[in-house]
């Protein structure tokens, strides 16, 4: 599943690695990529896509990403 936010600046996307675990992926404006690694315990899919299409139109995409995913409990890293 993805999302592009309705100026077309940013884009969230739901993928899964070569070993299985689920990522979400921000591009912003700027050429800004930033991988979110979430955690094998963490919410179902369905939760994970109210947070994404919640935080996909906030004013600072990725902080209300964050914010979305700590209000459903689902942890996740940032790789590198």
Known sequence: MYFHSLDGCHFL???????????VVYDGNNSQRVI??????????????????SAV???NVLAALRAEFS???IVVTETV
């Open 57 to 59: 139109n906030g004013r």
């Open 36 to 53: 979110l690694r979430i955690s094998e315990t963490s919410g179902a899919k369905a939760n994970i896509d109210a947070a994404l299409r």
């Open 13 to 23: 996307g739901l993928r899964t690695s070569m070993s299985g675990q689920k990522e």
């Open 71 to 73: 209000a459903r409990n």
